[in-house]
């Protein structure tokens, strides 16, 4: 009778007990959901605090490159134009020498395979349409040559990725120290050219193996109009280098600038008076005088910075020691 009791006594205060046991459950429920805002809160202002934190840092250093930047550009013009040379001619590095080696070789195998094959497949009997293919390709190189001139000269930057030592380098070093092309060695003077004509080279040759005597005899004229392109763009910067050296030339090379075959001196020096604007043809130079008469180039200046506000000839003019604005 007394365990029963007993039982009977627990079953009746077990209702008191189940709820202040809720109770107490409830309490500290709330304190962990409270604890857990806490904790939230902290970690959102710690997220908050390190990304203000990554902001600023990030921030500070544009500003810090930029004000570089600013510093550098409005700097050079304080440096004698012997250590402004000296700068640009120090970017040839001797990677870039090894790669103008081997374009250079691979272009003299590519054209010399090339010329065989268009001697072999000579025809006396077109000597007038040989000569104007050969005079047209000559012609598409002096324009080209001034296209690129022209671009590299007044857009562009030493410093852009890829581009910037190994082709407008050279450019900014040469309106700097415009002799400095004369102590070039053979590859430096010549290595990007070949560069751009070993492709071509390459599919013409495969050309030559690979289609019928029909289809190449019909092909023979535009194949002498692009072997005229290719052997010019290589001979440019040549023709430009001795278009800068005024004694030591070869009686040869002095009768084909008096006759203007080629890049003449004098015509030459018009375009370097500063700001270097004009006459950027430089493998004959024939076009020079009618693109200057109808004002082909500044019309290109004028729209592009009329597109992008981008203005001409900035990078060469800091170079050149001018302070820019």
């Given amino acids: 009778m007394t365990d029963i009791s007993l039982q009977t006594a627990d079953l009746n205060m077990s209702p008191d007990i189940i709820m202040g046991t809720l109770q107490q459950l409830s309490k500290v429920q709330q304190c962990l959901s409270a604890s857990l805002n806490s904790i939230n809160c902290h970690e959102k202002c710690e997220v908050s605090s390190f990304t203000a934190i990554q902001e600023t840092e990030y921030n500070k250093c544009q500003n810090e490159n930029v004000e570089q930047e600013v510093k550098i550009e409005k700097s050079l013009h304080t440096y004698s134009k012997q250590e402004r040379a000296k700068m640009l001619a120090d970017g ?57 001139h022209w671009g590299a000269d007044t857009y562009g930057a030493v410093d852009l990725p890829i581009i910037g030592k190994s082709f407008i380098r050279p450019f900014r070093e040469h309106h700097v120290d415009p002799t400095a092309m004369t102590r070039h060695d053979f590859f430096e003077t010549n290595g990007n050219n070949f560069m751009l004509i070993v492709p071509f080279a390459v599919r013409f040759i495969y050309k030559g193996f690979t289609l019928s005597e029909h289809l190449l005899r019909e092909h023979y004229r535009f194949d002498l109009f692009a072997y005229s392109l290719m052997c010019f763009v290589i001979m440019t910067n040549q023709i430009h280098k001795w278009a800068h050296t005024y004694y030591g030339l070869p009686k040869y090379i002095e009768f084909l600038q008096k006759w203007h075959l080629i890049l003449p001196r ?11 604007e004009t006459y950027f043809c430089i493998t004959t130079g024939w076009l020079n005088y009618p693109l200057e008469k109808i004002s082909f180039f500044p019309t290109f200046e004028k729209l592009i910075e009329a597109l992008t506000g981008i203005p001409p000839r900035r990078d060469d003019m800091k170079w050149a020691g001018k302070k820019v604005e």
């Fill in 266 to 276: 004098k015509h030459h020096r018009i375009h370097h008076v500063a700001p270097h």
């Fill in 92 to 148: 040839y590095s001797f990677e870039r020498h090894m790669l103008d080696r081997l374009w250079t070789f691979c272009g003299l195998i590519s054209m010399f395979i090339l010329t065989v094959q268009l001697v072999c497949r000579f025809d006396p009997t077109d000597v007038v349409g040989i000569v104007i293919a050969l005079v047209l390709g000559v012609l598409v190189t002096d324009f080209a040559s001034g296209l690129v």
